[in-house]
């Protein structure tokens, strides 16, 4: 491999380890992560610190971002590999830094101040992925021209009914 972002050379054109994670590893650290109880778990999972993250919301500063993180900090000679990495809300990834040994009460203590209720979740995966997949509660986004008049869907799957109301909470 040639001098990259992910691959470099060192001084004396030897390879030197990758800085960040393949896709391999970040697939194995995804599913190693807590699932979310009530959430689709391709789309929701939670960091060491119990915080929920959402898949697409990877490398960005919000409060369900998250970063694979090396659990070994990098510079610290840890390797990019699927036992190595963990994902962290950002914020706290970013409190982390280079240190080892945190505990997830410790990390807690960086996460975002922000929590979602179910319902909030729900329509920013709605936002998101254009439907809501929860177990026993399923639905997809009516598109606008559905909504007018103009368009039968043929998915089988319910429009939601989001933002929830009294009949479906």
Known sequence: ????????????????????????????????????????????????????????????????????DHIVPFSKGGESTAENCQILQTRVNRFKSNKEGLD??????????????????????????GDVIRPGNQCRCRTVAEMLGKYKSKDDLAACKLPHDKQSA
């Open 1 to 68: 491999m040639g001098s990259s972002p992910r691959h470099s050379r060192s001084s004396n054109g030897e390879e030197e380890r990758p800085r960040f994670f393949d896709s391999k590893a970040k697939t194995k650290c995804w599913a190693n992560a807590d699932t979310v109880p009530g959430r689709h778990p391709d789309r929701w999972r939670k960091d060491v610190a119990g915080n929920i993250v959402c898949k697409r919301f990877c490398n960005c500063q919000g409060c369900l971002c998250f970063e694979y």
């Open 104 to 129: 997830a009460s410790k990390l807690k203590g960086y996460s975002c101040e922000v929590q979602f209720t179910d319902k909030e979740l729900d329509i920013i995966e709605m936002a998101v992925y």
